[in-house]
């Protein structure tokens, strides 16, 4: 298979985070973007949800209380 160079330009710090999580994965910055276009051709789309609604701190430590059976008698009044 014939490739070719892509380049492209990101900030500094997300480049090294995603080399560190990618490095952990046992890939490299090519490879995981290469398994990003592979995926997103299969399904014809991003390969993930994007949204700009992020859940607020309680939210998420509600989250976190619930994945670690923590208290959960908690009880809350509202959606926010």
Do not use: H, W
């Not at 492209?8 to 999580?21: G, S, T, V």
């Not at 609604?53 to 430590?61: E, F, I, K, Q």
């Amino acid at each position: 298979m014939a490739t070719t160079n892509v380049t492209i330009r990101m900030d500094k710090d997300l480049k090294n985070q995603a080399d560190k999580l990618f490095s952990e994965l046992g890939l490299s910055m090519s490879t995981a973007i290469g398994v990003f276009c592979r995926q997103a051709i299969r399904l014809g789309k991003i390969p993930f949800e994007l949204a700009t609604d992020m859940p607020n701190t309680d939210t998420l430590a509600a989250i976190d209380d619930v994945n670690n059976n923590r208290n959960m008698s908690k009880a809350y009044d509202d959606m926010d």
